[in-house]
C-alpha cells in the first residue's frame, strides 16, 4: 500500500475526522514534501496540502412556452434532502496529488445574465452531482433546454460594482412569502434590462447550500428574544418548521461607467426589496478597491460561507422564500417583455423518427441539439401511407419530394411515376430536371408527352390484357369517367359498348361514331374476337337508332380531340416501347412531362385519369413488394370528378398494394371537400410548409397541438410542420427543417440527352402519324359526300 492509499484508508479517515467539521490544523512543514521511495533515489510522490475547492459545472435553462415553476419546491426538497453530517461524509475526504479534498455539502447557484437582448438563466452546481441534479432538473423544467455551458459567466471591469444582500434580523423571522408576488421581483428585473445600453450587463447571483436539520432551535432561541417593536406574522412561525437553506444573493451590474452602474443597482436593490416582510433584506456595496478580491473569492469560485459560530451571521432561507429567486419567465412575461422564446424548445422528437435506418427527410431541433429525422422502412404498407404536402408557393414543397424519392431509391431503391403538368425548366427549379439529373440514366424514363414531333400513345391496352379475358370489359366501365359523361344513361350504355369495340381507344371510338362503314368494318374484327361482343355491337348499335346518344358522345370526343396533338396520341397503335408494368417491375422513375399549352386542359385531365387508372392497376394486379411512388403536384389544375373518384379509391387501399401518394398543393380549398376529408382521416403523413393563410393553421388546430396556431404560422420558409403517422400511432407535430435542394448537397447528372432520346424511343414521327389519319378521314369524308 502506497502513502495515498494509507492517507485515504478508512482508519486514517476516523482518526482525522472527528464529527465536527471544520477543524484547525496547524502545519510544520511546507506546503507540499516530496517522497523517496527506500528502493530508489527517484522521486516516488508528491503531496500538496492545498485545499482543493469542489469542481462545478454549469447548464443554461431556455423557458419554453409552456414552462411553469410550480415544481421548484420539489427540486428544493431533495436538495434538503441530500444533507449529510460530517461523519456521513468521511468518505469525501481524499488526499491527491493535486491537493486535499474536503467533505462538502450539495449546494445550488441559480444565476442570471441580463442584456439589453437577453434575460438568460444558469444552474450551476458540483459536477459529482451532475447526473443526480439534471434529473431533477428535468423533473422541475421538464421540457426547457439544459445546454451545457462554461462556468465562467461573466467578466469584470473596471466600471462595475458589486452588491451583496444580508438580512436586517436574525434568520428566524422570514421575508414574504404571498403568492401574490408570484412574478416579482422577475418582472422588474426584465423593466429593468429595457434600459440597459450595449455592452452593459447585470448578473444576479443566488446560491444555496443546506442547512443542519436542527438549525430552528437557535432560530426559535433569537426570535424570542427579539425586540417586542418587531411584529412577526404566521410566516415565520411557518418557516421554523421548515428546513432551510444557508442563503447567498450577489449582484454584480456593468453600466457604461460607474455612476451608470450605480444607478442600475439602485433599481435592482428597490425590486428585491419588494420581497421585505417579517425580515428585511439590506444591502452591502463591495468597495472598490476589494470588487476583483471578492469577485474571484466568493462570486467566480460559487463560494457560500458557512458561519457555524456566528449564527447572526448567517443568511437562512426556507423554500417558500426561495422560490421568488429560482424561477423562470413563464408565458405572461415571454410575451409581455418579447423574449424571444422558442415555443419549439418543449417539441419531443419520437424516437421512431430517429433510427438510423430510414429515409432522411431533414433535421429537428430537440434541446438545443440538431436531430436527423427519418422515415422509418421496417412495415413498407406504412412507409406507402399517403402524404399531404401543403404550402404557399415557393415554400419547398417540390424540394421535400425530390429529396425524398432521392433517399428512398438511396434506401429501399423505389420506383416512381413523376407526373408534371408545370414543367419548369432547370434542375434548381422544375421537379422533373431535378429528378431526371438527381440518377444515373439507366434509372430513368423520360416522356415528354407535350413533344409535337414524336407524339407517345398512351392507351390502356396493358392495363386489360393484365386482368385478363374480361379486361377490356372492366376498363370500358371506367371510360364513362373519363370522358366525363354526365347526360343520360343511354349515352353511358353507348360510351361502354363502343369503348369495348374499340378497346378503349378514343379516337377509334370517334372513328366509329362518325363513319359506318369504319363502324362495320369493326363489326368484322369484333366478330372473329368475341362472337358475343359483336352480336350486341350489331343489335344494339349497327341496327339501331340512337341518333341523340351518338350525338352527344361524338361531340364529347371530337371536343377531346380538338387539340392536334392530342390527337395525334390517341390516334396511334400501340407502341411495344412503352410498358408500364416492366418499369414498375424494374423500379424506374418514370417522368411524365405535360404542359397544357401543348396538350390542352381536356387532354391534360384525360392523361391525369389515364395515368392514375394503370399505374393503380398494374399495381393491384401484379402485387410487387417494392414501394411506387406517384406524384400529384398542384392537382387542382387537372381534377376531374372521374379522377377525384378513383383518387378517393386510390388513398385508402394504394397502401396496402406499395402504391405511395403524394399530393402537394397551396391550401385545401383546391382539392374537392369529399376528397379532403378523405385525405385527413385516412392516416396520412401530413407537411404543413410556410402559408400566410391563418384560417389553415385554425381548422387544423386539433392536430397542430401542442403547436399553438400563432406559433405555427411562424413557420420559415424550406421548413415543415410534419404530422408523422408511424407505426399504427400519430406522434406529435414537430418542426423539421427540410433538406436543402439536391443541386446544392449532392453530385448531380448531366441527363439532358434523355429527354430528347426518350421522346424518339418512345413516341412516333409526328409525319407517319398524320398520314394515318388523313387516310381514315378521307375515307371518311368521301362518305359523307356520297351519302
Not at 121 to 148: C, G, H, R
Not at 269 to 275: D, G
Request: glycine share 4%.
Amino acid at each position: 500500500m502506497n502513502l495515498l492509499e494509507q492517507l485515504n484508508s478508512r482508519e486514517m479517515k476516523q482518526l482525522v475526522i472527528k464529527q465536527t467539521f471544520p477543524m484547525k490544523i496547524k502545519l510544520n512543514y511546507n506546503n507540499s514534501i516530496k517522497l523517496k521511495s527506500k528502493k530508489s533515489n527517484v522521486t516516488d510522490l508528491k503531496l500538496n496540502f492545498k485545499l482543493i475547492s469542489p469542481i462545478m459545472t454549469t447548464y443554461q435553462i431556455n423557458p419554453t412556452a409552456s414552462t411553469k415553476n410550480d415544481k421548484v419546491h420539489l427540486l428544493l426538497d431533495h436538495l434538503s434532502d441530500s444533507f449529510q453530517e460530517y461523519y456521513q461524509m468521511m468518505n469525501q475526504f481524499q488526499f491527491t496529488e493535486k491537493g486535499i479534498i474536503l467533505p462538502s455539502q450539495p449546494k445550488l447557484f441559480f444565476e442570471t445574465l441580463i442584456t439589453h437582448k437577453e434575460y438568460r438563466s444558469f444552474v450551476t452546481f458540483p459536477e459529482s452531482k451532475e447526473e443526480d441534479m439534471l434529473q431533477n432538473l428535468n423533473f422541475t423544467w421538464y421540457k426547457a433546454s439544459k445546454i451545457k455551458k462554461e462556468s465562467k459567466l461573466f467578466t469584470l471591469n473596471d466600471n462595475c460594482i458589486g452588491i451583496e444582500f444580508k438580512f436586517k434580523h436574525t434568520s428566524g423571522l422570514s421575508l414574504s412569502v404571498d403568492q401574490r408576488f408570484k412574478e416579482k421581483p422577475m418582472r422588474e428585473l426584465l423593466e429593468q434590462s429595457k434600459t440597459l445600453k450595449e455592452k452593459e450587463e447585470i448578473f444576479i447571483q443566488f446560491g444555496i447550500q443546506p442547512a443542519e436539520l436542527e438549525w430552528w432551535k437557535e432560530a426559535e432561541r433569537r426570535v424570542k428574544n427579539i425586540s417586542k417593536r418587531i411584529k412577526t406574522t404566521e410566516s415565520t412561525t411557518g418557516k421554523l418548521g421548515m428546513p432551510a437553506f444557508d442563503t447567498v444573493i450577489r449582484l454584480v451590474v456593468k453600466g457604461e461607467n460607474v455612476k451608470r452602474s450605480e444607478m442600475l443597482a439602485r433599481g435592482l436593490i428597490m425590486a428585491f426589496k419588494q420581497l421585505n416582510g417579517d425580515n428585511e433584506l439590506i444591502d452591502k456595496k463591495v468597495k472598490a478597491a476589494k470588487i476583483k478580491k471578492w469577485f474571484t473569492k466568493y462570486v467566480e469560485s460559487r463560494k457560500i460561507p458557512i458561519y457555524f459560530f456566528r449564527f447572526d451571521k448567517r443568511m437562512l432561507m426556507t423554500r417558500k422564500e426561495i422560490k421568488h429567486f429560482i424561477k423562470l419567465p413563464e408565458r405572461n412575461l415571454q410575451l409581455d417583455f418579447e423574449l424571444g422564446v422558442n415555443e419549439r424548445e418543449e417539441l419531443k422528437v419520437d424516437s421512431l423518427l430517429t433510427r438510423k435506418r430510414g429515409v432522411l427527410i431533414g433535421y429537428a431541433e430537440e434541446k438545443g441539439k440538431k436531430v436527423d429525422i427519418r422515415l422509418p422502412i421496417q412495415n413498407l404498407d406504412d412507409f406507402c401511407n399517403t402524404s399531404v404536402i401543403c404550402g404557399s408557393p415557393r415554400s419547398g414543397k417540390d424540394t421535400y419530394f425530390c429529396n425524398t424519392l432521392i433517399e428512398s431509391v438511396k434506401n429501399l431503391n423505389v420506383g416512381a411515376f413523376i407526373p408534371d403538368v408545370i414543367n419548369e425548366k432547370g434542375n434548381d427549379r422544375g421537379m422533373s430536371d431535378t429528378i431526371r439529373d438527381a440518377f444515373e440514366p439507366s434509372k430513368i424514363i423520360d416522356l415528354n408527352i407535350g413533344d409535337y414531333d414524336n407524339p407517345i400513345y398512351f392507351g390502356l391496352e396493358d392495363v386489360a390484357n393484365l386482368i385478363g379475358a374480361n379486361g377490356m370489359n372492366v376498363i370500358a366501365g371506367n371510360l364513362v369517367n373519363i370522358l366525363n359523361l354526365d347526360d343520360t344513361t343511354d349515352t353511358q350504355e353507348l360510351c361502354s359498348l363502343i369503348a369495348r369495340v374499340c378497346k378503349c381507344n378514343i379516337y377509334d371510338m370517334y372513328c366509329c361514331l362518325k363513319s359506318k362503314s369504319y363502324a362495320e368494318n369493326l363489326y368484322e374484327i369484333v366478330k372473329e374476337e368475341d362472337q358475343l361482343l359483336a352480336l350486341e355491337y350489331k343489335q344494339e348499335f349497327l341496327n339501331t337508332k340512337r341518333d341523340r346518344a351518338v350525338s352527344t358522345l361524338r361531340t364529347r370526343l371530337k371536343m377531346i380531340l380538338g387539340n392536334p396533338h392530342f390527337k395525334h396520341m390517341m390516334s396511334q397503335d400501340p407502341n411495344p416501347n412503352i410498358n408500364f408494368e416492366k418499369w414498375i417491375r424494374e423500379k424506374k422513375v418514370v417522368i411524365l412531362r405535360m404542359n397544357k399549352m401543348e396538350i390542352g386542359e381536356i387532354g391534360v385531365k384525360i392523361l391525369m385519369y389515364l395515368l392514375s387508372m394503370k399505374v393503380f392497376w398494374i399495381k393491384k394486379i401484379i402485387q410487387t413488394d417494392d414501394p411506387t411512388f406517384i406524384v400529384y403536384n398542384e392537382p387542382h389544375q387537372y381534377m376531374s370528378d372521374g379522377l377525384q373518384e378513383l383518387m378517393e379509391s386510390m388513398v385508402i387501399e394504394s397502401p396496402k398494394f406499395r402504391l405511395s401518394q403524394y399530393f402537394l398543393f397551396h391550401h385545401p380549398l383546391q382539392l374537392p371537400n369529399k376528397l379532403w376529408q378523405i385525405l385527413i382521416s385516412s392516416s396520412v403523413n401530413m407537411y404543413l410548409f410556410k402559408n400566410t393563410n391563418y384560417k389553415l393553421y385554425s381548422d387544423l388546430k386539433e392536430q397542430l397541438k401542442p403547436i399553438e396556431v400563432d406559433t405555427a404560422m411562424k413557420t420559415e420558409k424550406y421548413e415543415s410542420i410534419f404530422l408523422p403517422y408511424v407505426e399504427g400511432r400519430q406522434l406529435e407535430p414537430i418542426f423539421v427543417k427540410m433538406l436543402p435542394p439536391p443541386k446544392k448537397r449532392m453530385k448531380m447528372y448531366d441527363n439532358s440527352h434523355l429527354t430528347i432520346e426518350h421522346s424518339k424511343l418512345y413516341g412516333r414521327n409526328v409525319e407517319e402519324v398524320r398520314q394515318k389519319i388523313m387516310e381514315i378521314e378521307l375515307s371518311m369524308y368521301a362518305e359523307e359526300k356520297n351519302v
